[in-house]
């Protein structure tokens, strides 16, 4: 596999390089005169077979397997979560994936119990009817702890964190020490915090799950996710973490098509940038927010203020651009945006536009004003402005 330190400099380590320059160049094959800086998508299903030796190892022969442009990607991604990578296409096939592969029937599994919803709705009717016991714990716990019968029989314990759209925090290396005392295997959701933000395999976890939909991609576009997993020259007892997802999304044609993940890796280069401004539009924002009157539990982790900030300043390098707060009741979030000129009402989130959701309207069990703020690009003060109006038509009485 071509490395960020191999196509730069002949094998130095990638961590002597900064955010932007690693988001720039990992996954870019060595320099060819006459080639293009980065590869066109490879588009194909079957490829060339040697007539006479069939199949040959290191050599592509159905895209369904693995192909090129995937490579490239999941070269890119590992570089930047510090393992290995596999694409799926969405993730929700990675999730899905990852938990179908490794949850056994007659286990336990831990989810968050305010993590992604989609997430929640799957474990609690496709993994149980499996067979496997869901055990559900808010992302700020409190956690079982070694010896609590419920780890007794525990597979996997999968972490969210910053939860999407609650934005708790929870302490990865201290679950991960503790899923590895009980012989389960940890998994964190890390789509909020990207790897810039957060690196779970670094703090201890066995898997590093995202959706690459959102703020890693981040131009609205294309549905992509993946998993990554310490490589095995690590030194961890994974045992062959990667080449069972490998056998799973074979099995179940879960992988991503050349065209997205072209377009994935094409965006990945800007990750630096936009997750900066993003961050620097949430504090903005927060501020904003908080100073409000008819605004209620206003959630960023990077506000000094916020329950999560000591745990978050402590494992993340960089804070999402996701804020989360609540007004009254429903007619006030319509009121903010239809007032609004900046703030689009989309779901999904980490995109170059503001957008706003309100999560109750997806059947999320969230209060009925809540609402989840993606900062997008823009300018900070064109966004302060514009939330400042709108908010100030969400505290108007409807009558
Ligand atoms: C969106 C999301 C997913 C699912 O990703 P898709 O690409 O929509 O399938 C999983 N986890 C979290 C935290 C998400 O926000």
């Known amino acids: 596999m071509s490395t960020l330190g191999d196509a730069m400099t002949g094998g130095e380590p990638i961590r002597r390089y900064g955010d932007g320059t690693r988001c720039v160049r990992a996954g870019l094959p060595p320099a060819v005169p006459g080639h293009p800086l980065r590869p066109g998508p490879v588009f194909a299903a079957p490829f060339h077979l040697d007539p006479v030796a069939g199949p040959q190892p290191g050599l592509d022969d159905y895209a369904r397997y693995n192909h090129p442009t995937s490579r490239d990607l999941e070269a ?47 474990v609690e009717t496709t993994l149980a009817d499996l067979g496997v016991t869901v055990v559900t714990v808010p992302t700020a716990g409190p956690y079982p702890a070694l010896g609590d019968p419920v780890l007794d029989h525990c597979s996997l314990i999968l972490l969210e964190t910053p939860a999407n759209p609650g934005l708790d925090v929870c302490d990865i290396a201290t679950l991960a020490a503790l899923g590895r005392a009980a012989g389960a295997l940890v998994a964190v959701d890390n789509t909020t915090a990207t790897p810039l933000g957060q690196q779970p395999l670094a703090l201890g976890a066995d898997l590093s799950i995202a959706s690459a939909t959102k703020a890693m991609t981040g131009h609205s576009d294309l549905l992509l996710g993946y998993v990554c997993c310490l490589r095995p020259d690590a030194g ?61 539990s206003v959630r960023w982790p990077g506000h000094p203020d916020d329950p999560a900030a000591a745990i978050a300043r402590r494992q993340m390098s960089r804070m999402p651009g996701l804020v989360t707060f609540t007004l009254p009741d429903k007619p006030a979030v319509d ?5 609004s000129r900046l703030i689009t ?14 999560r109750a309207q997806w059947g999320d069990d969230t209060a009925e004003g809540l609402v989840r703020l993606s900062c997008g690009i823009e300018d900070p003060d064109d966004l302060v402005t514009d939330l400042s109006e709108a908010l100030a038509a969400a505290g108007r009485s409807a009558d």
């Not at 890119?76 to 999730?95: R, T």
């Not at 056998?247 to 997750?275: K, N, P």
């Not at 009402?345 to 309100?358: I, K, P, Q, V």
């Open 76 to 122: 890119a991604i590992g570089e930047l979560e510090g393992g290995d990578c596999l694409l799926f296409g969405s993730g929700m096939a990675a999730v899905s994936g990852a938990l179908l592969t490794f949850a056994r029937p007659g286990s336990t599994v831990l989810v968050p119990s305010d993590g992604y919803y989609a997430t929640r709705r799957f």
């Open 236 to 296: 961890r007892p994974d045992g062959d973490v990667l080449g069972r997802l490998r056998t799973w999304r074979r099995a179940t044609g879960a992988i991503a098509g050349a065209f997205e993940v072209w377009l994935a890796h094409r965006s990945l280069a800007t990750l630096d940038l936009r997750l900066a401004r993003q961050e620097a539009n949430a504090r903005a924002l927060t501020e904003v927010l908080l100073a409000h009157p008819v605004v209620t």
């Open 335 to 339: 009121r903010l945006l239809t007032a």
């Open 345 to 358: 009402a989309a779901t999904s989130f980490g995109g170059l536009h503001t957008c706003a959701d309100r």
